[in-house]
Protein backbone atom coordinates (compact mmCIF):
# COMPACT_ATOMS: atom_id res chain seq x y z
CA UNK A 1 0.00 0.00 0.00
CA UNK A 2 1.42 3.60 -0.74
CA UNK A 3 2.31 5.46 2.20
CA UNK A 4 0.65 8.68 1.87
CA UNK A 5 -2.77 6.33 1.60
CA UNK A 6 -1.53 4.41 4.52
CA UNK A 7 -1.64 7.63 6.30
CA UNK A 8 -4.70 8.88 5.42
CA UNK A 9 -6.58 5.84 6.58
CA UNK A 10 -4.58 5.77 9.77
CA UNK A 11 -6.00 9.48 10.40
CA UNK A 12 -9.78 8.05 9.36
CA UNK A 13 -9.10 5.30 11.92
CA UNK A 14 -7.31 7.05 14.80
CA UNK A 15 -10.84 9.37 14.26
CA UNK A 16 -13.15 6.14 14.47
CA UNK A 17 -11.08 4.83 17.78
CA UNK A 18 -11.39 8.20 18.72
CA UNK A 19 -15.38 7.86 19.11
CA UNK A 20 -15.33 5.35 21.47
CA UNK A 21 -12.73 6.88 24.07
CA UNK A 22 -13.42 10.74 24.14
CA UNK A 23 -15.88 12.20 26.68
CA UNK A 24 -19.51 13.44 25.20
CA UNK A 25 -18.39 17.18 25.15
CA UNK A 26 -15.32 15.96 22.80
CA UNK A 27 -16.93 14.15 21.26
CA UNK A 28 -19.76 15.98 19.70
CA UNK A 29 -16.71 18.57 19.30
CA UNK A 30 -15.10 16.38 16.43
CA UNK A 31 -18.31 15.49 14.91
CA UNK A 32 -18.54 19.12 14.20
CA UNK A 33 -14.82 19.61 12.97
CA UNK A 34 -14.80 16.81 10.82
CA UNK A 35 -17.63 17.98 8.82
CA UNK A 36 -15.53 21.52 9.07
CA UNK A 37 -12.54 19.68 7.60
CA UNK A 38 -14.98 18.67 5.12
CA UNK A 39 -15.07 22.47 3.97
CA UNK A 40 -12.01 23.52 4.92
CA UNK A 41 -11.00 20.83 2.46
CA UNK A 42 -13.04 22.21 -0.11
CA UNK A 43 -11.53 25.64 0.67
CA UNK A 44 -8.04 23.90 0.26
CA UNK A 45 -8.84 22.68 -3.26
CA UNK A 46 -9.68 25.64 -4.70
CA UNK A 47 -7.14 27.94 -2.61
CA UNK A 48 -4.16 25.55 -1.51
CA UNK A 49 -4.33 23.96 -4.26
CA UNK A 50 -5.23 26.07 -7.45
CA UNK A 51 -4.41 29.18 -5.67
CA UNK A 52 -7.89 30.57 -6.14
CA UNK A 53 -8.57 33.11 -2.72
CA UNK A 54 -11.73 33.27 -2.50
CA UNK A 55 -13.30 35.26 0.36
CA UNK A 56 -16.64 34.00 -0.45
CA UNK A 57 -16.43 30.01 0.72
CA UNK A 58 -19.46 30.70 2.82
CA UNK A 59 -22.29 31.22 -0.21
CA UNK A 60 -21.39 27.75 -1.17
CA UNK A 61 -21.58 26.41 2.42
CA UNK A 62 -24.81 28.11 2.94
CA UNK A 63 -26.28 27.08 -0.41
CA UNK A 64 -25.50 23.63 0.68
CA UNK A 65 -27.16 24.18 4.30
CA UNK A 66 -30.25 26.23 3.54
CA UNK A 67 -30.93 24.15 -0.21
CA UNK A 68 -31.12 20.32 2.43
CA UNK A 69 -32.61 22.98 4.97
CA UNK A 70 -35.38 24.58 3.39
CA UNK A 71 -36.31 21.29 1.32
CA UNK A 72 -36.82 19.59 4.61
CA UNK A 73 -38.16 22.36 6.32
CA UNK A 74 -40.76 23.76 3.73
CA UNK A 75 -41.11 20.72 1.44
CA UNK A 76 -41.07 17.92 3.84
CA UNK A 77 -38.26 16.30 1.50
CA UNK A 78 -36.45 13.68 3.39
CA UNK A 79 -33.01 14.41 4.72
CA UNK A 80 -31.44 11.03 2.35
CA UNK A 81 -32.87 13.00 -0.74
CA UNK A 82 -32.21 16.57 0.59
CA UNK A 83 -28.70 16.10 1.70
CA UNK A 84 -27.76 15.51 -1.70
CA UNK A 85 -29.57 18.54 -3.03
CA UNK A 86 -27.34 20.63 -0.75
CA UNK A 87 -24.23 19.19 -1.95
CA UNK A 88 -25.44 19.77 -5.90
CA UNK A 89 -26.64 23.66 -4.44
CA UNK A 90 -22.95 24.10 -3.32
CA UNK A 91 -21.32 23.24 -6.45
CA UNK A 92 -23.52 24.50 -8.19
CA UNK A 93 -23.14 28.16 -6.07
CA UNK A 94 -19.40 27.47 -7.45
CA UNK A 95 -19.41 27.31 -10.85
CA UNK A 96 -22.26 30.66 -10.99
CA UNK A 97 -19.93 32.24 -8.76
CA UNK A 98 -17.03 31.40 -11.28
CA UNK A 99 -18.41 31.76 -14.21
CA UNK A 100 -18.14 35.63 -13.26
CA UNK A 101 -15.31 36.07 -10.88
CA UNK A 102 -12.71 34.34 -12.73
CA UNK A 103 -13.18 36.68 -15.66
CA UNK A 104 -11.14 38.95 -12.45
CA UNK A 105 -7.56 37.40 -10.72
CA UNK A 106 -6.16 37.92 -7.45
CA UNK A 107 -7.55 41.20 -5.16
CA UNK A 108 -10.70 41.39 -7.62
CA UNK A 109 -11.06 37.95 -7.65
CA UNK A 110 -11.56 38.47 -3.50
CA UNK A 111 -13.50 41.10 -3.92
CA UNK A 112 -15.95 39.49 -6.31
CA UNK A 113 -16.08 36.89 -4.09
CA UNK A 114 -16.84 38.53 -1.40
CA UNK A 115 -19.50 40.55 -2.94
CA UNK A 116 -20.72 37.58 -3.97
CA UNK A 117 -21.33 36.07 -0.60
CA UNK A 118 -22.39 39.09 0.87
CA UNK A 119 -24.96 38.80 -1.85
CA UNK A 120 -26.11 35.60 -0.67
CA UNK A 121 -26.27 36.55 3.27
CA UNK A 122 -28.23 39.40 1.80
CA UNK A 123 -30.98 37.18 -0.07
CA UNK A 124 -30.76 34.91 3.47
CA UNK A 125 -31.85 38.76 4.97
CA UNK A 126 -34.52 39.53 2.27
CA UNK A 127 -36.20 36.41 2.13
CA UNK A 128 -36.88 36.17 5.86
CA UNK A 129 -40.30 34.58 5.57
CA UNK A 130 -38.41 31.17 4.25
CA UNK A 131 -34.75 31.77 6.31
CA UNK A 132 -36.12 33.37 8.90
CA UNK A 133 -33.27 35.72 8.90
CA UNK A 134 -30.66 36.55 11.40
CA UNK A 135 -32.47 33.86 13.70
CA UNK A 136 -32.58 30.79 11.43
CA UNK A 137 -34.52 27.48 11.89
CA UNK A 138 -34.51 24.73 13.76
CA UNK A 139 -34.80 20.99 11.74
CA UNK A 140 -36.99 18.60 13.76
CA UNK A 141 -35.18 16.19 15.37
CA UNK A 142 -37.88 13.58 13.47
CA UNK A 143 -36.74 14.39 9.77
CA UNK A 144 -33.02 14.50 10.99
CA UNK A 145 -32.58 10.94 10.14
CA UNK A 146 -31.71 8.46 7.21
CA UNK A 147 -34.09 5.28 7.47
CA UNK A 148 -32.54 3.86 10.41
CA UNK A 149 -30.03 6.22 11.43
CA UNK A 150 -31.10 8.98 13.58
CA UNK A 151 -28.41 11.80 12.80
CA UNK A 152 -29.46 13.88 16.03
CA UNK A 153 -28.13 11.06 17.97
CA UNK A 154 -24.30 11.73 19.23
CA UNK A 155 -23.14 8.00 18.17
CA UNK A 156 -24.75 8.15 14.53
CA UNK A 157 -24.22 11.69 14.43
CA UNK A 158 -20.37 10.88 15.26
CA UNK A 159 -20.06 7.56 12.55
CA UNK A 160 -22.17 10.15 9.88
CA UNK A 161 -19.77 12.52 10.07
CA UNK A 162 -16.56 10.58 9.99
CA UNK A 163 -17.94 8.57 7.11
CA UNK A 164 -18.34 11.99 5.23
CA UNK A 165 -14.58 13.28 6.33
CA UNK A 166 -13.40 9.84 5.38
CA UNK A 167 -14.96 10.25 1.71
CA UNK A 168 -14.03 13.97 1.52
CA UNK A 169 -10.32 13.10 3.05
CA UNK A 170 -9.70 10.11 -0.01
CA UNK A 171 -11.39 12.08 -2.25
CA UNK A 172 -9.35 14.71 -2.16
CA UNK A 173 -6.17 12.97 -2.07
CA UNK A 174 -6.94 10.76 -5.48
CA UNK A 175 -7.94 14.29 -6.72
CA UNK A 176 -4.41 15.56 -6.13
CA UNK A 177 -2.73 12.53 -6.97
CA UNK A 178 -4.51 12.15 -10.67
CA UNK A 179 -3.57 14.24 -13.49
CA UNK A 180 -6.12 17.09 -12.73
CA UNK A 181 -4.49 17.55 -8.97
CA UNK A 182 -1.57 18.27 -11.43
CA UNK A 183 -2.91 20.93 -13.68
CA UNK A 184 -4.21 22.45 -10.44
CA UNK A 185 -0.92 22.73 -8.95
CA UNK A 186 0.65 23.47 -12.60
CA UNK A 187 -1.96 26.77 -12.36
CA UNK A 188 -1.32 27.76 -8.97
CA UNK A 189 2.60 27.86 -9.69
CA UNK A 190 2.47 29.39 -13.22
CA UNK A 191 -0.80 30.22 -15.02
CA UNK A 192 0.79 31.73 -17.93
CA UNK A 193 3.32 28.66 -18.28
CA UNK A 194 0.49 26.34 -18.15
CA UNK A 195 -1.49 28.18 -20.84
CA UNK A 196 1.51 27.62 -23.28
CA UNK A 197 1.18 23.83 -22.32
CA UNK A 198 -2.04 24.06 -24.29
CA UNK A 199 -4.46 24.41 -20.91
CA UNK A 200 -7.20 26.60 -20.46
CA UNK A 201 -6.78 28.41 -17.28
CA UNK A 202 -10.81 28.90 -16.84
CA UNK A 203 -11.86 26.07 -17.53
CA UNK A 204 -9.18 24.45 -14.84
CA UNK A 205 -10.23 27.13 -11.94
CA UNK A 206 -14.24 26.23 -13.27
CA UNK A 207 -13.70 22.83 -12.14
CA UNK A 208 -11.47 23.30 -9.33
CA UNK A 209 -13.90 26.02 -7.91
CA UNK A 210 -16.59 23.82 -8.59
CA UNK A 211 -15.44 20.73 -7.18
CA UNK A 212 -14.76 23.13 -4.23
CA UNK A 213 -18.17 23.99 -4.09
CA UNK A 214 -19.37 20.44 -3.79
CA UNK A 215 -17.36 20.08 -0.66
CA UNK A 216 -18.59 23.02 0.95
CA UNK A 217 -21.92 22.50 -0.73
CA UNK A 218 -22.04 18.89 1.14
CA UNK A 219 -20.63 20.03 4.49
CA UNK A 220 -22.94 23.04 4.46
CA UNK A 221 -25.78 20.22 4.50
CA UNK A 222 -24.42 18.06 6.33
CA UNK A 223 -24.23 20.94 9.31
CA UNK A 224 -27.72 22.02 9.34
CA UNK A 225 -28.90 18.20 9.58
CA UNK A 226 -26.66 16.98 12.03
CA UNK A 227 -27.07 19.83 14.22
CA UNK A 228 -30.34 20.66 13.26
CA UNK A 229 -29.88 24.26 12.88
CA UNK A 230 -29.57 26.50 9.49
CA UNK A 231 -28.68 29.90 10.10
CA UNK A 232 -27.48 33.36 8.68
CA UNK A 233 -23.82 33.31 10.83
CA UNK A 234 -22.69 30.75 8.17
CA UNK A 235 -23.18 32.69 4.58
CA UNK A 236 -21.73 36.14 6.89
CA UNK A 237 -18.42 36.75 5.70
CA UNK A 238 -16.78 35.35 8.70
CA UNK A 239 -17.71 32.12 7.55
CA UNK A 240 -15.88 32.67 4.30
CA UNK A 241 -12.34 33.70 6.39
CA UNK A 242 -12.94 30.77 8.86
CA UNK A 243 -11.55 28.13 6.31
CA UNK A 244 -8.86 30.79 4.75
CA UNK A 245 -7.73 30.40 8.48
CA UNK A 246 -7.74 26.65 8.67
CA UNK A 247 -6.00 26.22 5.80
CA UNK A 248 -3.47 28.55 6.35
CA UNK A 249 -2.82 27.26 9.87
CA UNK A 250 -2.65 23.49 9.05
CA UNK A 251 -0.91 23.99 5.69
CA UNK A 252 -2.66 25.06 2.13
CA UNK A 253 -1.89 22.97 -0.62
CA UNK A 254 -1.86 19.78 1.78
CA UNK A 255 -4.26 17.22 2.22
CA UNK A 256 -4.32 17.18 5.56
CA UNK A 257 -3.68 20.74 6.67
CA UNK A 258 -7.15 21.51 6.40
CA UNK A 259 -8.18 19.01 9.19
CA UNK A 260 -5.20 19.99 11.43
CA UNK A 261 -6.19 23.68 10.74
CA UNK A 262 -9.73 23.32 11.71
CA UNK A 263 -9.00 21.52 14.94
CA UNK A 264 -6.54 23.99 16.43
CA UNK A 265 -8.45 26.80 15.21
CA UNK A 266 -11.66 25.25 17.13
CA UNK A 267 -9.79 24.32 20.45
CA UNK A 268 -7.80 27.44 20.04
CA UNK A 269 -11.10 29.51 20.41
CA UNK A 270 -12.77 26.77 22.83
CA UNK A 271 -9.99 27.53 25.03
CA UNK A 272 -9.08 31.11 24.83
CA UNK A 273 -12.68 32.01 25.07
CA UNK A 274 -13.03 30.50 28.16
CA UNK A 275 -10.57 33.16 29.57
CA UNK A 276 -11.16 35.89 28.11
CA UNK A 277 -13.94 37.92 26.03
CA UNK A 278 -11.08 38.75 23.63
CA UNK A 279 -10.41 35.68 22.45
CA UNK A 280 -10.06 36.35 18.92
CA UNK A 281 -6.92 38.56 19.68
CA UNK A 282 -5.51 35.69 20.94
CA UNK A 283 -6.26 34.01 17.51
CA UNK A 284 -4.79 37.04 15.62
CA UNK A 285 -1.42 36.60 17.68
CA UNK A 286 -1.48 32.84 16.93
CA UNK A 287 -1.68 34.01 13.36
CA UNK A 288 0.94 36.32 13.20
CA UNK A 289 3.27 34.08 15.15
CA UNK A 290 2.17 31.31 12.23
CA UNK A 291 2.66 33.51 9.46
CA UNK A 292 6.42 35.19 10.48
CA UNK A 293 7.26 31.49 11.74
CA UNK A 294 5.51 29.14 9.36
CA UNK A 295 3.93 30.80 6.28
CA UNK A 296 3.70 27.81 4.70
CA UNK A 297 1.34 26.34 7.46
CA UNK A 298 2.07 23.41 9.98
CA UNK A 299 2.31 20.54 7.58
CA UNK A 300 3.48 23.06 5.37
CA UNK A 301 6.78 23.27 7.31
CA UNK A 302 6.61 19.48 8.13
CA UNK A 303 6.75 18.59 4.24
CA UNK A 304 9.24 21.15 3.66
CA UNK A 305 11.90 19.82 6.42
CA UNK A 306 10.91 15.86 7.48
CA UNK A 307 7.93 14.33 5.18
CA UNK A 308 8.25 15.00 1.66
CA UNK A 309 6.22 12.28 0.60
CA UNK A 310 3.47 14.11 2.43
CA UNK A 311 0.66 15.19 0.26
CA UNK B 1 6.01 25.45 -41.89
CA UNK B 2 5.93 28.59 -39.52
CA UNK B 3 5.32 31.92 -41.42
CA UNK B 4 4.10 35.23 -40.07
CA UNK B 5 3.20 37.77 -42.58
CA UNK B 6 3.66 41.73 -41.60
CA UNK B 7 2.63 41.34 -38.09
CA UNK B 8 1.98 44.48 -35.87
CA UNK B 9 1.86 43.69 -32.09
CA UNK B 10 2.63 44.73 -28.65
CA UNK B 11 1.94 45.63 -25.03
CA UNK B 12 -1.39 47.78 -25.07
CA UNK B 13 -0.66 51.38 -26.79
CA UNK B 14 3.18 50.04 -26.93
CA UNK B 15 3.93 48.81 -30.34
CA UNK B 16 7.31 46.69 -30.59
CA UNK B 17 6.01 44.77 -33.52
CA UNK B 18 6.36 46.57 -36.75
CA UNK B 19 5.57 44.96 -40.15
CA UNK B 20 7.63 41.87 -38.76
CA UNK B 21 7.97 38.97 -41.39
CA UNK B 22 9.73 35.63 -40.59
CA UNK B 23 9.56 32.10 -41.79
CA UNK B 24 10.54 28.36 -39.99
CA UNK B 25 10.89 25.65 -42.24
CA UNK B 26 10.60 22.08 -40.57
CA UNK B 27 13.94 20.02 -40.19
CA UNK B 28 15.59 23.24 -39.90
CA UNK B 29 16.90 26.03 -36.90
CA UNK B 30 16.11 29.16 -37.58
CA UNK B 31 17.72 31.58 -35.80
CA UNK B 32 16.95 34.88 -34.50
CA UNK B 33 19.14 37.56 -32.88
CA UNK B 34 19.20 41.37 -32.03
CA UNK B 35 19.85 43.47 -29.25
CA UNK B 36 17.78 43.67 -26.13
CA UNK B 37 14.27 45.18 -26.83
CA UNK B 38 14.24 44.32 -30.40
CA UNK B 39 11.39 42.57 -30.77
CA UNK B 40 12.88 39.05 -30.30
CA UNK B 41 10.77 37.57 -26.99
CA UNK B 42 7.78 39.27 -28.19
CA UNK B 43 7.84 37.51 -31.66
CA UNK B 44 7.64 34.42 -29.93
CA UNK B 45 4.86 35.86 -27.60
CA UNK B 46 2.94 36.71 -30.42
CA UNK B 47 3.25 33.07 -32.04
CA UNK B 48 1.92 31.81 -28.37
CA UNK B 49 -0.95 34.16 -28.72
CA UNK B 50 0.33 35.93 -25.45
CA UNK B 51 0.28 39.58 -27.05
CA UNK B 52 -1.72 41.05 -29.46
CA UNK B 53 -1.22 41.14 -32.92
CA UNK B 54 -2.89 44.07 -34.54
CA UNK B 55 -2.15 43.53 -38.01
CA UNK B 56 -0.91 40.53 -40.62
CA UNK B 57 -1.40 36.97 -40.29
CA UNK B 58 0.55 34.28 -38.43
CA UNK B 59 0.76 30.56 -40.52
CA UNK B 60 0.94 27.23 -39.50
CA UNK B 61 1.05 25.19 -42.55
CA UNK B 62 -0.98 27.36 -44.58
CA UNK B 63 -4.02 28.08 -41.62
CA UNK B 64 -4.38 31.40 -39.90
CA UNK B 65 -3.47 31.12 -35.54
CA UNK B 66 -3.23 34.34 -34.91
CA UNK B 67 -7.33 34.65 -33.86
CA UNK B 68 -6.34 31.04 -31.31
CA UNK B 69 -6.84 31.93 -27.84
CA UNK B 70 -3.36 31.30 -26.57
CA UNK B 71 -4.12 27.68 -25.10
CA UNK B 72 -5.40 26.50 -28.38
CA UNK B 73 -1.79 27.50 -29.78
CA UNK B 74 0.07 24.58 -28.42
CA UNK B 75 -2.59 22.19 -29.23
CA UNK B 76 -2.03 23.01 -32.75
CA UNK B 77 2.11 21.82 -32.33
CA UNK B 78 3.92 24.62 -31.35
CA UNK B 79 6.13 23.99 -28.03
CA UNK B 80 7.50 26.72 -26.34
CA UNK B 81 10.41 27.50 -23.62
CA UNK B 82 10.38 30.41 -22.67
CA UNK B 83 13.45 32.47 -21.09
CA UNK B 84 14.25 31.67 -17.32
CA UNK B 85 12.38 27.99 -17.88
CA UNK B 86 9.51 28.89 -15.29
CA UNK B 87 9.24 25.16 -14.02
CA UNK B 88 6.59 24.09 -11.53
CA UNK B 89 8.53 23.75 -8.73
CA UNK B 90 6.49 21.82 -6.49
CA UNK B 91 6.04 19.08 -9.08
CA UNK B 92 8.43 15.97 -9.49
CA UNK B 93 10.49 15.58 -12.22
CA UNK B 94 8.43 13.12 -13.70
CA UNK B 95 4.93 15.34 -12.61
CA UNK B 96 6.18 17.89 -14.72
CA UNK B 97 6.49 15.62 -17.56
CA UNK B 98 3.06 14.33 -17.15
CA UNK B 99 1.43 17.57 -17.07
CA UNK B 100 3.33 18.54 -20.28
CA UNK B 101 1.98 15.14 -22.11
CA UNK B 102 -1.67 15.49 -21.29
CA UNK B 103 -3.28 18.35 -23.82
CA UNK B 104 -2.34 16.74 -27.09
CA UNK B 105 -3.37 13.14 -25.58
CA UNK B 106 -0.46 11.46 -25.39
CA UNK B 107 1.13 8.91 -23.53
CA UNK B 108 4.03 6.43 -22.58
CA UNK B 109 5.53 6.34 -25.82
CA UNK B 110 5.97 10.24 -25.79
CA UNK B 111 7.30 10.29 -22.17
CA UNK B 112 9.87 7.24 -23.24
CA UNK B 113 11.08 9.34 -26.17
CA UNK B 114 11.64 12.29 -24.46
CA UNK B 115 13.38 10.90 -21.51
CA UNK B 116 15.95 8.98 -24.28
CA UNK B 117 16.71 13.02 -25.02
CA UNK B 118 17.93 13.82 -21.29
CA UNK B 119 18.88 10.31 -19.84
CA UNK B 120 19.66 13.03 -16.98
CA UNK B 121 16.35 13.59 -16.22
CA UNK B 122 15.36 9.57 -16.33
CA UNK B 123 17.33 9.40 -13.34
CA UNK B 124 15.78 12.21 -11.62
CA UNK B 125 11.92 11.51 -11.90
CA UNK B 126 10.96 11.81 -8.69
CA UNK B 127 13.03 14.82 -7.59
CA UNK B 128 11.30 17.75 -7.17
CA UNK B 129 11.87 20.30 -9.71
CA UNK B 130 12.63 23.36 -8.01
CA UNK B 131 16.31 21.25 -6.95
CA UNK B 132 17.47 20.50 -10.44
CA UNK B 133 20.14 22.55 -11.09
CA UNK B 134 20.41 25.57 -13.84
CA UNK B 135 20.96 22.91 -16.55
CA UNK B 136 18.75 20.26 -15.57
CA UNK B 137 15.72 22.44 -15.25
CA UNK B 138 16.43 23.75 -18.64
CA UNK B 139 16.47 20.23 -19.91
CA UNK B 140 13.13 19.65 -17.73
CA UNK B 141 11.78 22.83 -19.50
CA UNK B 142 12.19 21.93 -23.47
CA UNK B 143 11.62 18.03 -22.59
CA UNK B 144 7.97 19.55 -21.12
CA UNK B 145 7.63 21.14 -24.43
CA UNK B 146 8.45 18.09 -26.32
CA UNK B 147 5.74 16.69 -24.49
CA UNK B 148 3.51 17.71 -27.25
CA UNK B 149 5.19 15.89 -29.81
CA UNK B 150 4.95 19.79 -31.66
CA UNK B 151 6.17 20.43 -34.89
CA UNK B 152 7.48 23.69 -34.49
CA UNK B 153 9.24 24.60 -31.24
CA UNK B 154 10.02 28.17 -29.77
CA UNK B 155 13.12 28.39 -27.77
CA UNK B 156 14.06 31.48 -26.15
CA UNK B 157 18.13 31.86 -25.18
CA UNK B 158 17.79 28.39 -23.72
CA UNK B 159 21.81 28.45 -22.94
CA UNK B 160 21.32 31.56 -20.79
CA UNK B 161 23.47 31.12 -17.27
CA UNK B 162 24.55 27.81 -18.42
CA UNK B 163 28.18 25.69 -17.67
CA UNK B 164 29.47 24.67 -21.08
CA UNK B 165 28.72 21.29 -20.78
CA UNK B 166 24.74 21.97 -20.40
CA UNK B 167 25.56 23.98 -23.79
CA UNK B 168 26.60 21.54 -25.47
CA UNK B 169 23.74 18.99 -24.52
CA UNK B 170 21.00 21.69 -25.25
CA UNK B 171 23.08 22.31 -28.80
CA UNK B 172 22.99 18.45 -29.34
CA UNK B 173 19.36 18.16 -28.18
CA UNK B 174 18.36 21.14 -31.17
CA UNK B 175 20.00 18.97 -33.72
CA UNK B 176 18.42 15.92 -32.40
CA UNK B 177 15.39 17.63 -33.08
CA UNK B 178 16.28 18.85 -36.03
CA UNK B 179 16.97 15.94 -37.54
CA UNK B 180 13.41 14.51 -36.47
CA UNK B 181 11.83 17.41 -38.41
CA UNK B 182 11.36 19.56 -35.97
CA UNK B 183 11.12 23.31 -37.23
CA UNK B 184 13.16 25.26 -34.34
CA UNK B 185 13.20 28.85 -33.48
CA UNK B 186 16.25 29.54 -31.70
CA UNK B 187 16.58 33.20 -29.85
CA UNK B 188 19.72 32.91 -28.98
CA UNK B 189 22.41 35.76 -28.67
CA UNK B 190 26.01 34.25 -28.54
CA UNK B 191 27.56 33.80 -31.77
CA UNK B 192 29.41 30.85 -31.52
CA UNK B 193 26.57 28.75 -30.12
CA UNK B 194 24.40 30.08 -33.88
CA UNK B 195 26.74 29.38 -35.46
CA UNK B 196 26.99 25.49 -34.26
CA UNK B 197 23.05 24.80 -35.05
CA UNK B 198 21.64 27.32 -37.40
CA UNK B 199 20.44 27.10 -40.82
CA UNK B 200 19.27 30.20 -41.37
CA UNK B 201 19.39 33.36 -38.59
CA UNK B 202 16.80 36.49 -39.18
CA UNK B 203 18.28 39.86 -37.51
CA UNK B 204 15.37 41.50 -35.97
CA UNK B 205 15.77 45.26 -35.56
CA UNK B 206 13.17 47.90 -34.32
CA UNK B 207 10.71 44.92 -34.20
CA UNK B 208 10.88 44.14 -37.81
CA UNK B 209 13.30 41.63 -39.23
CA UNK B 210 15.83 43.19 -40.48
CA UNK B 211 18.12 40.81 -42.66
CA UNK B 212 17.43 36.76 -42.89
CA UNK B 213 20.61 34.61 -44.08
CA UNK B 214 22.23 31.45 -44.74
CA UNK B 215 24.12 30.52 -41.40
CA UNK B 216 26.73 29.20 -44.22
CA UNK B 217 27.22 32.55 -45.52
CA UNK B 218 28.34 33.64 -42.18
CA UNK B 219 31.24 33.51 -40.13
CA UNK B 220 31.92 34.97 -36.20
CA UNK B 221 33.47 38.29 -38.08
CA UNK B 222 30.13 38.99 -40.61
CA UNK B 223 28.78 42.30 -40.43
CA UNK B 224 25.38 41.67 -39.76
CA UNK B 225 26.73 40.45 -35.88
CA UNK B 226 27.87 44.10 -35.15
CA UNK B 227 25.61 45.71 -37.16
CA UNK B 228 22.32 44.08 -35.33
CA UNK B 229 24.01 42.30 -32.35
CA UNK B 230 26.57 44.81 -30.96
CA UNK B 231 29.15 41.77 -31.27
Known sequence: ?311 | MLRLEGIDGGYGAVQVLRGLTFAAAAGQVTCVMGRNGAGKTTMLRAIMGQVRVTAGRILLDGQPIQQLPAHEVPRHGIGYVPQGRRLFGPLSVAENIEVGLMTRHKGAATRERVLDLFPRLRERLDQRSSTLSGGEQQMLAIARALCLEPSVLLLDEPTEGLQPSMIALIRDTVLSLKAMGVAVVLVEQRVDAVLSVADRVAFVTGGTVAETCDASTLTPHSAQFARYVGV
Open chain 1, 1 to 311: MRRDLALHLAVIAGLAVLSVLLPPYHHTNTARIMLLAVYAMGYNIAFGYTGLLSLGHALFFGAGMYATGLLMELGDWPAAVALPMGLLAGGAAAVAVGLLALRTAGVSFMIVTLMFAQAGYLLVMYFTAYTRGEEGFNLARAARAIGPLDLSSDGTRYAVALVLFAVALLGQLALVRSRFGRVMVAMRENEERSRMLGYDPFRVKLIALGVSGLYSGAAGAAYGVMFGYVGASFVATQFSILPLLWVLLGGAGTTLGPLLGAVLMFYLIDIASGYTTAHLAVIGVALLVLVLFAPRGLLGVVRERLVRWLP
